[in-house]
């Protein structure tokens, strides 16, 4: 019943995630049961995209209302669109994109961050017993993320956004040096993180496909490193722990699953698509089925 085919009709507004792969994406269900929910007419679907701006040109006369963007299409994204508003493109990633029904014209967002940043900043608030939001819990903090694709830009704005002293360590160190300097932060290799660990109580957030599933056994940094961080984030969400949250919240850490992240930042992308306020209840019921 993903797709609540009882309500499909001329009218119905189309979106999808776009992604390759896409099967693991819960996006669908988490829409589809919020739009129905909701009472909206609209359906959402799993999109299996390889070449992102032939997509586009294929089907930029159809009648798309809108998408999701996953890995590896994020960063091509930008490019895809017609418009890009200017968080996204400081972050250099879109993984929204409003279709406009009256041009086609087509708008790239970036909700990722915000969704991240914010489950971030409550984990930390429930490990130091922190009770009002006016604080800055990131302020001045280390912050490592590991990845510079689209989700580990994001991540990295925002963090420095919110006054993290950030660091970008990646597979490839010229990625993770590229988008340091735009932001800001420092960069590292990979194979470096090992050996990085100048202070304690840093945080860590992997935005890596390394652990996902199939492949649960993987992990992107060794579990003897972890004790140097206060919270570890991770946004992968299937497994919703996934081997480096299990490590780090044996070695002491505060752990904050990529599930938190996915549902908020799906708050911002269903009152794009809709014009409705997003139903957070709905959302984390949906969530907590699967
Ligand atoms: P997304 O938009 O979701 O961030 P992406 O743009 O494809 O996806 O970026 C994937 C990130 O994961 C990159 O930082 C990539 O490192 P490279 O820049 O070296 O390619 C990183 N990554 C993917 N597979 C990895 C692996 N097996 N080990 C380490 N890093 C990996």
Redesign the pocket.
């Known amino acids: 019943n993903l797709y609540n085919f009882r309500q499909l009709g001329p009218d119905t507004k189309v979106y999808g995630v776009i992604g390759k792969p896409v099967g693991h994406s819960k996006s669908p269900m988490l829409y589809n049961e919020a739009f129905k929910s909701a009472g909206f007419n609209g359906v959402y679907v799993h999109l299996l995209v390889d070449d992102l701006s032939k997509f586009f040109q294929t089907y930029s006369s159809t009648d798309f209302a809108g998408f999701s963007c996953?890995?590896?299409h994020?960063?091509a994204a930008v490019k895809c669109c017609d418009e890009v508003d200017p968080v996204a493109k400081s972050i250099g990633?879109v993984n929204c994109i409003i279709r406009s029904q009256s041009d086609g014209k087509l708008f790239g967002y970036n909700t990722d961050y915000v969704g991240a940043i914010s489950a971030i900043e409550d984990g930390l608030r429930a490990r130091y017993n922190i009770s009002g939001i006016a604080d800055l819990p990131l302020a001045g903090k280390l912050f490592v993320v590991i990845?510079?694709?689209?989700?580990?830009k994001a991540l990295a704005y925002g963090a420095k956004q919110k006054g993290a002293r950030v660091v970008i360590a990646?597979?490839?160190y010229e990625?993770a040096k590229e988008h340091a300097d735009i932001i800001g932060g420092d960069a590292l290799s990979?194979a470096d993180l090992v050996r990085f660990h100048p202070e304690e109580g840093m945080i860590l957030a992997n935005?890596?496909?390394?652990g996902m599933q199939p492949n649960i056994d993987e992990t992107?940094i060794p579990k003897d490193v972890l004790k140097y961080y206060s919270l570890v984030f991770d946004a992968i969400y299937t497994p919703k722990i996934t081997r480096l949250l299990r490590e780090a919240e044996e070695s002491g850490a505060t752990i904050v699953s990529g599930l938190e992240m996915f549902i908020r930042q799906a708050y911002e992308q269903f009152e794009r698509f809709t014009g409705l306020p997003a139903p957070k209840e709905q959302f984390r019921k949906t969530m907590s089925k699967y």
């Open positions: 996953t890995i590896p994020k960063e990633a990845g510079a694709g689209g989700a580990g990646n597979r490839t990625r990979l935005t890596t496909s390394v992107p």
